[in-house]
C-alpha cells in the first residue's frame, strides 16, 4: 500500500506557502521533508506536528492508495 501526500502539497498551494514554510513551522528535518517528497512512509509524530502546524486532520494531508484490488480484501 502506498501513501499519498497530494493533499498535503494542495492544502499549502491553497494557503499560499512553500515546503520550506512547513518544513519551519511544523519543525521538520531536511530528511522528514525528503520522505514526504517521495510519498515515503512517515511517522504518526511528524504527522501529528504537520497537522498542528496546519490546523487540520490526518486525512486532510495524507491518503493510502491500495498497490491492487487485493489489498481492498
Not at 519551519?24 to 512517515?42: G, P, V
Not at 498542528?52 to 490526518?58: G, I
Amino acid at each position: 500500500m502506498a501513501t499519498s501526500y497530494k493533499k498535503l502539497w494542495h492544502i499549502l498551494v491553497d494557503r499560499n506557502m512553500k515546503k520550506k514554510d512547513l518544513q519551519e513551522k511544523a519543525h521538520l528535518t531536511q530528511y522528514q521533508m525528503y520522505r514526504l517528497n517521495h510519498s515515503e512512509d512517515i511517522t504518526t509524530e511528524t504527522i501529528g506536528r504537520i497537522c498542528l502546524a496546519l490546523d487540520v486532520k490526518a486525512d486532510d494531508i495524507m491518503e493510502f492508495i491500495p498497490d491492487d484490488a487485493e489489498d481492498l480484501k
